[in-house]
């Protein structure tokens, strides 16, 4: 196990890692009232957690916060000139090492959700040798107004990954761009929410061999059945009993249910 460092800083040294220039653009941004809390907390029962800075070896050996900048912040309210903040430090001899250091402290500290991770590996840029597979991530994100935990579940494999900025994708993307391809047309068309779309989602994957003209031709189905004013599905296994039910049905059977 490594040896904890610390660093004591003063306050014009905190004060000039505060400033925006300086902070780092992986982690998120500072806003006052949660600063404000946090100095509460201090008040009342002292620091309890340490700050992280990082040393980081491919920028002259200078510090930035990596952890605890809303701990800082509100200390740095309250310090005089010859007071100090104890913190620990960590030395960082690259980008990625960064990015790392910051993703593990906040899986730890649960504070950090799957759009911060996506941010903080977007942010980080192409040196990271997945940055495309997170890029493809984003775009998809914005071009269809699926949840981003919908994104993950359709293209991304449940292995942690994601988090740690060496993104493993599902092993059919073909298939994947399939489940993609529905899911979106029920947002964008029948404003699907994200629990009844979790059924759209595991019907298209529950069915390997689709092609791209089995999702067409379910499309003119669902189409025909959702512009009907026929009851929506509020649920993800209603919503995935009904498509497959939508799905399995010959064409007479299917325009009976259209029309009752």
């Known amino acids: 196990m490594k040896t904890i460092k610390t ?3 003063t306050k014009t040294e905190v ?3 505060l400033k925006k220039e300086n902070l780092l653009p992986f982690n998120r941004k500072i806003t006052q009232k949660h600063a404000m809390s946090i100095l509460e907390s201090i008040s009342a029962y ?6 992280v800075v990082a040393r980081l070896g491919y920028k002259n050996n200078i510090l930035a916060i990596a952890d605890g900048q809303h701990t800082i912040t509100g200390i740095e309210t309250i310090m005089r000139k010859k007071d100090v903040i104890e913190c620990i430090v ?4 690259t980008k990625k090492e960064v990015v790392d250091l910051i993703a593990r402290l906040n899986t730890t500290a649960k504070s950090w959700g799957n759009q911060d991770f996506l941010d903080a590996w977007i942010k980080f840029g192409a040196d990271n040798e997945h940055y495309s597979k997170y890029e493809l991530i984003h775009n998809r994100l914005e071009q269809s107004k699926i949840s981003l935990a919908n994104i993950l579940s359709i293209f991304v494999k449940k292995d942690g990954s994601f988090k740690k900025g060496n993104i493993n994708f599902v ?4 298939h994947a761009n399939l489940v993609y391809k529905l899911a ?3 947002v964008l068309n029948y404003k699907t929410s994200a629990f009844p779309l979790v059924g759209v989602i595991t019907f298209v994957q529950s069915h390997p061999n689709f092609e791209d003209s089995d999702i067409e031709s379910f499309i003119l189905r669902a189409n025909r059945y959702f512009n009907s004013e026929n009851k929506y599905p509020k649920g993800r296994e209603e919503m995935k009993s009904l498509l497959e039910t939508i799905n399995d049905s010959n064409d007479l059977e299917f325009s009976k249910m259209v029309n009752d």
């Open 15 to 17: 004060t000039y890692l």
């Open 7 to 9: 660093i004591k800083l």
């Open 90 to 93: 960590v030395d960082c001899k």
């Open 46 to 51: 002292g620091v309890l957690k340490l700050p």
């Open 171 to 174: 092993d059919n993307p073909v």
């Open 184 to 186: 979106k047309h029920f």
